[in-house]
């Protein structure tokens, strides 16, 4: 099937949790002009809900959950222009030898792009590793360009394409502090779904977000929540800020709650931003409201907020309590693309480019990533079989993909049988796998 002739670009966009589908619609919209896509939801552990769907406000003309398997054969059936690969780095991997296979013989295939939801602090080199082969990689910042391109270039890989852009989802209207029109100063303290992971950690930063707002009693202080108990999002979430707030000596204060929702529109209320190491600190920091980074726990590379060295933002709670609001360092926000001096709408130029370029020309040559049987037979068949992929990229014996015409009551049978299984899982996640944890430590 050659590509999509339509005079609209046909996106595929390939997600596996709400985080991802958020950054891999935002950023097609980024890259290409007047796009029509459609919407692959991996099936696994962290596939979003409908709620979480709704949350990040991103539309597509179709969409539907999918396994890599079933993605692939779609891929080598249908016409697109584009596919987008907003997955965890294992996940980019199989579906780039998967896609080789399906377009082998191909003169001309769709563009490939994939990078990364946020900041990247942790397995650099592994999940880059696992993106090569892509034709493009996106870099949010100048900053991650420099490293993508050095660990490239350091294994002896093809460099040419990583692109610097930003995070997609930056915007909204500057901050104004005079513009609050009669409503409370207001803290926002943005958790996360796995930093810190202990009890004991989570609890203290809950506590001392309850105590600041009793502190503080003509202030109103949030505690912006990523999902609901038994939901996932890109990362496990085992001791969901909910369960911790009930227990909580005397209970949040009046002015302390837990709220939902799109993080740009709690944003459009926010007065002052408090968290460990949240992609939410850079939205912050885009907008120019006084963003703080915790050094309670200390500045650790465990915790991710050591990539905020010489932001300005660090601080703890107790300066907060005493009324300090950081003040961001200049050099290293254009650095990190936070793009707070007005440049942010050209930061996607480069990328725009490079897409349009690929897709003018007559031929792409085949994807070709660093990984193979030959640079590293030891890991590379592992993580092709977590998705039902041998070592050439095909699917295995007995990887049928079910039919898209499948019956609506065997659907519904397949959904519920699936809800179920996720409830086990997260269960398992949130109760057993902790308790396990406990009984190894005494």
Known sequence: MPASISPRPR????ADSDTRWKWGALTTN????????????LRGRATPTARQLEEVGVRAESLREVTGVEFLRTMGREAYDVVVLACVGGAVQAMLHGLARAWKGRAKRPVVVTGYVGVVYEKLSDGLLLRHGADLVLANSRHDADRFRAVYEGVGADAGSVVETALPFLGGGR????GREGRP?????????????SRTDRTYLLRRAAEHARKHPEREVLVKLRSKPGEHTTHIEELPYQKLAAKIPGGLPANCSLV??????VLDRTDLLVTVSSTAALESLHRRIPTAVLTDLGVREVLGNHHFLGS???????ELDAGYRPAPDALWLSRQGVAANGSYETAFEAARERVAELLAADELPPIAPYYTTATAPGYLPGILARHHLDPKGEPMPGASAVSEETGGVRRIVRSAVRDVAR????????????VIRRMGDL
Not at 11 to 14: F, K, P
Not at 175 to 178: A, I, S, V
């Open 260 to 265: 939902y929702g799109h993080m740009g529109e």
């Open 312 to 318: 300005g933002c660090l601080a703890s709670w107790d």
């Open 423 to 434: 409830g086990a899982y997260r269960h398992g996640v949130q109760r057993v796998a902790p």
């Open 185 to 197: 100063f207001t803290v926002v303290f943005a958790t996360q779904p796995s930093v810190p992971v």
């Open 175 to 178: 901050y104004d502090e005079e």
């Open 11 to 14: 996106v595929a966009v390939l």
């Open 30 to 41: 980024r890259i290409v002009s007047d796009v029509q896509f459609d919407g692959f939801l």
